[in-house]
């Protein structure tokens, strides 16, 4: 059972327009959670994360979303680039359980120039 | 001021054999973490070090995985007994633990196994 879950597989946005890429969770006990970026043959790059106790954290372009009541997190990329067409995961951590993060399937997003 | 490295980058054996998977992180990150990533998956939670000792080890599939960092810097990833189900990309990442909230992890490029 996935604990995060990313409903859409892939997005097509048009350049300069806004890309919104959507998460869910199940477990009310994360407390964390971060979205990462990852180009073909690369490893995962972090982009940007958010705290339980926020609903929403801004990092130019980026900005996450979190609604602990739905248990749903949003990324907002705009205005969206060609060089943001990236697999975007959302994770999600137990802050006093360690530090493992739990990864959603990702979402491929391509941005069309 | 070099990022994760795993090596090799490509990994193909066959079934039944014995695999070691190579990760050195940034210097100076005390904490290091192992993934899994299958076809179409996010990573999967495998084992986390603080140091030399495996904090969290709950991801491991079975005993056929064991993992060690045994001066608290490079860790190696050891597979027995490959199936061809442990095909998949391996990530490493690290991190620098302060106190409170979960930390940045800086991921490798990973290493591609294929068991035939």
């Known amino acids: 059972d996935q604990q995060v879950k990313q409903n859409s597989p892939s997005l097509s946005v048009q350049e300069g327009r806004i890309s919104i890429l959507n998460c869910d969770y199940t477990n009310s006990m994360f407390d964390y959670f971060l979205w990462y970026k990852k180009y073909p043959a690369e490893g995962p790059t972090f982009l940007i994360s958010?705290?339980?106790?926020?609903d929403k954290n801004e990092d130019g372009r980026f900005t996450v979303f979190l609604n602990k009541s739905a248990k749903h997190l949003s990324l907002h990329i705009v205005p969206s680039q060609p060089g943001d067409s990236a697999v975007y995961f959302c994770?999600?951590?137990?802050?006093?359980?360690?530090?493992?993060?739990?990864f959603g399937p990702g979402t491929r997003l391509s941005v069309l120039p | 001021g070099a990022g994760v490295s795993q090596t090799p980058s490509n990994k193909v054996t066959e079934k039944g054999k014995y695999v070691e998977l190579r990760c050195d992180p940034i210097?100076?990150?005390?904490?290091l973490y192992w993934y899994r990533q299958s076809l179409g998956q996010g990573p999967e939670f495998l084992i986390y070090f603080q140091g030399t000792g495996a904090a969290d080890d709950s991801g491991l599939p079975n005993d056929r995985f064991f993992a060690v960092r045994p001066e608290g810097s490079v860790s190696t990833l050891k597979i027995q007994r490959t199936e061809r189900g442990d095909s998949a990309v391996y990530l490493c990442?690290?991190?620098?633990?302060?106190?409170?909230?979960?930390?940045?992890?800086?991921f490798g490029p990973g290493t591609r196994l294929t068991v035939l």
């Open positions: 958010i705290s339980s106790i926020k």
């Open positions: 210097s100076g990150h005390t904490a």
């Open positions: 990442a690290s991190s620098s633990p302060g106190t409170g909230l979960s930390n940045e992890q800086f």
């Open positions: 994770a999600a951590s137990l802050n006093n359980y360690g530090q493992n993060f739990v």
